[in-house]
């Protein structure tokens, strides 16, 4: 089962015996002393002219173990690793912290458990102490009375044994003798000291001799299967690992086979509040398939899915075979998410990785939001919004970074950042919808203006073409960090008008905008292609993906392939509130890296305290501007921009055609700045380069008459083929 190093080629060794000048001829030779000479193909390396005459095939296997020559090349290549003599988690003062806290938390609450149950427990003595009493008058009685060798003499009996049986009442009857001696001594002796104590003591000693004699016989009174205790504190099953244990679950998930095991590299030990076995797979299987086959694992365990983590081992130490399964004691999930630890204090720099949760083993992983995206997804009421605001709470600790706030739903949930954000938006009304359209189409160019900015700098400031904190605080440059956070994505990407044109300005951010500090933040709880498109969520290059309902809802957060390569979020149970795979954080993107997290918490009052700090932060830093003070959105639009969409609004879907006067005045009625002295006459002006022509007779109503007539008017249908025709250039680029 476990490997024998003896049978493993050293390389390391055979290297240094090369470099250490060893005749390369003899190793040569001595090789060929050592194997089949009827299989070998080994060949003496001097002669290798003769060797490529003669068509002979090439050695490719190295020299064997055995063969080391020197004492000195075989001790450079023991490269095992050393086992630290330290434990790791007396090491790490984190480690360390959490199990003094569990003791303490655990026996504290023991002891209170304990300690209001005394008079049940005294209670329970006391009654169980006649019982005592009697076990042990019976118990002194058989000693005395040698019951013990009954059974023996009664089989003396049976077989009609006179020798033996007389032997064994001798035996009996001289027992007897010296026990009714010995308990006739300590009756004689123990009851005058009682009595004598009992007279002497004072009466508070009396009742503790009472109470202890009590104690005493009551806890010999007790049933073995009724304790005298009641359980504190249930200990869940857990399960140990052996290397008995972990080969059944690798046999029964089909990784490894009867007659070609699994091995284990290093022994298996304890790690934080689990076990961890690293496992090296045979050669005909690799880690990967592994991974894929957790549910299988867990099963030949017998353990739920939950606990049990297989990951690759990675770097020199690994191997694209070599695993390490880390089995929690329990559901690491059961317990409650820690506190977010920036609500109280701490400020925040966007362009390192910022706190966002914690591992199943407990431990913190962060989230670099900067120069990417992020997706969160999931059902409702998993977490997704306290998962979404954690990120965006941090960008507001970080007085450089712009706000973008929308929320979908139009709650509570989002309110708090209209202290800080440049703009906000809730809900989907239709001057909601514009606004974020307005201020995504301004996004997308002031991202030109800044790529523009970028590549005025000089090398020495700008080495990456892309922004850095320095660049970012120099404000007269106007490259600071810009978030947009939109929660409740689906109800604006689903948008009848706007959707496509959001979703199309989204992907162009998404794709362009990070290296110049734009950065875009996606909540969602209808994860499919329809309400993220592909297209959009290809662009997202860090994905969190909460409880879903199906594998294929989770394949559209995480991206495809993610299902295959064992990541699937629908696995999720229900309790498992805030607990996601996150994929991308490690700046990798790679679904191998993705990892299971459960977010910290911060709760609404928690995002209060936050938001409050930041405003104070973003006051002495003169960052807050925008909504945050008051400041209307400047007006970027003219009626060019946002006519044939404001036209989709204003004309609903099922009314197919429309006079040009209605129009004008529903437009006038959406925005008044913009169309409150239009005319028809204007409206197909405004039109024709769009090439849509508004001199087509009309059938409407008159709303004041009543009276049914024909005027100039437009076609719905043509108004939405110019909008499709303008995302697809829009797209295109
Ligand atoms: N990390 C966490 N640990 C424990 N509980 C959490 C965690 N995150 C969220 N919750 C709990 O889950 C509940 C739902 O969270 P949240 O409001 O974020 O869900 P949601 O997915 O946004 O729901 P909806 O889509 O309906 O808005 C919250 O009330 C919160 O108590």
Avoid at 133 to 146: E, F, K, S
Avoid at 212 to 221: D, K, T
């Amino acid at each position: 089962m476990t490997s024998n190093p003896d049978e493993r080629f050293d390389w390391s060794a055979a290297e240094a015996e090369l470099s250490d000048g060893a005749d390369v001829v003899d190793l040569a030779a001595r090789r060929r002393k050592t194997t089949d000479p009827a299989k070998s193909f080994a060949v003496d390396l001097d002669d290798e002219a003769d060797q490529q005459d003669s068509d002979e095939p090439v050695p490719v296997d190295p020299p064997d173990l055995a063969m080391s020559s020197t004492f000195a090349a075989s001790l450079a290549g023991k490269t095992s690793t050393r086992r630290p003599i330290v434990p790791p988690w007396l090491r790490s003062r984190a480690e360390l912290a959490s199990a003094g806290r569990w003791a303490l938390s655990h026996y504290s609450h023991v002891s209170l458990y304990h300690l209001t149950r005394t008079p049940k427990y005294a209670g329970r003595l006391t009654w169980r102490a006649p019982f005592g009493a009697a076990r042990l008058i019976g118990a002194t009685t058989r000693w005395v009375c040698d019951a013990e060798g009954g059974p023996v003499r009664m089989a003396a009996v049976r077989q009609e044994n006179a020798e033996l049986y007389l032997k064994l009442s001798r035996q009996r009857d001289a027992r007897v003798r010296w026990r009714g001696i010995v308990l006739s001594i300590a009756l004689l002796i123990g009851a005058p000291t009682a009595a004598v104590l009992m007279v002497l003591a004072g009466s508070w000693q009396r009742w503790l001799m009472l109470a202890g004699a009590v104690a005493l016989l009551g806890l010999a009174g007790t049933p073995k299967d009724k304790p005298l205790l009641d359980v504190a504190a249930v200990t869940p099953r857990a399960r140990k690992l052996s290397a008995d244990v972990v080969t059944r679950a690798f046999l029964a998930a089909g990784l490894c086979k009867a007659d070609d095991l699994i091995t284990f590299p290093a022994p298996i030990m304890r790690d934080g509040p689990g076990w961890r076995a690293i496992v090296d797979l045979p050669f005909w299987t690799n880690a990967d398939k592994a991974i894929k086959k957790r549910d299988q694992l867990a099963a030949g365990l017998d353990l739920d899915e939950v606990q049990v983590w297989p990951e690759r081992v990675r770097g020199s130490a690994g191997s694209a075979r070599r695993l390490s399964l880390w089995v929690a004691d329990e559901d690491p999930y059961a317990k409650g998410s820690g506190l977010w630890p920036l609500i109280a204090k701490g400020t925040v720099d966007i362009f390192s990785p910022v706190p966002f949760g914690q591992d199943q083993r407990g431990r913190d992983i962060p989230l670099l939001l900067m120069f990417t995206s992020l997706l969160v997804g999931a059902i409702p009421r998993m977490g997704k919004t306290f998962a979404a605001r954690l990120p965006v709470l941090a960008a507001a600790l970080d007085p450089i970074v712009e706000l973008h706030v929308y929320d979908g739903k139009g709650g509570q949930d989002w309110r708090a950042f209209e202290r800080v954000a440049h703009r906000v938006g809730f809900g989907v009304r239709d001057e909601v919808v514009l606004s974020l359209v307005e201020d995504l189409r301004a996004l997308v160019a002031d991202m030109n203006r800044r790529y523009d900015t970028i590549a005025t700098l000089p090398p020495d400031i700008c080495p990456e073409s892309k922004v850095t904190r320095g660049i970012s605080e120099r404000r007269s440059l106007k490259l600071w960090p810009v978030l947009v956070a939109i929660d409740e994505f689906q109800r604006y990407s689903g948008h009848p008008v706007h959707g496509e044109e959001i979703v199309s300005l989204l992907t162009e951010l998404c794709k362009v905008g990070p290296s110049v500090g734009i950065m875009i933040l996606l909540a969602t709880q209808k994860p499919d292609g329809k309400a993220v498109p592909t297209d959009l969520r290809d662009n997202i290059g860090t994905r969190f993906a909460l409880k879903t309902m199906t594998w294929q809802s989770s394949e559209a957060v995480l991206g495809a392939g993610s299902y295959t390569a064992g990541y699937d979020s629908s696995r999720f149970q229900r309790a498992h509130k805030g607990v996601g795979i996150l994929l991308g954080a490690d700046d990798s993107g790679s679904v191998e890296e993705a990892v299971t997290v459960r977010t910290n918490l911060a709760a609404a009052k928690d995002v209060e305290t936050v938001v409050t700090r930041a405003r104070e932060l973003r006051e002495r830093a003169g960052t807050l501007t925008g909504h945050a003070i008051g400041q209307a959105p400047e007006t970027t639009t003219t009626a060019g921009d946002t006519l044939l969409d404001d036209i989709l609004t204003v004309v609903p879907a099922a009314e197919a055609k429309v006079w040009s006067e209605t129009v004008v005045a529903r437009l006038a009625e959406l925005r008044p700045e913009v169309y409150g002295a239009w005319e028809p006459g204007q409206l197909a002006a405004a039109l024709k380069p769009h090439r849509i022509t508004v001199g087509r007779q009309v059938w409407g109503t008159d709303p004041t008459t009543g009276k049914g007539a024909n005027r100039k008017g437009i076609h719905r249908d043509d108004i939405a083929a110019a909008v499709t025709e303008r995302n697809r250039h829009r797209k295109a680029g």
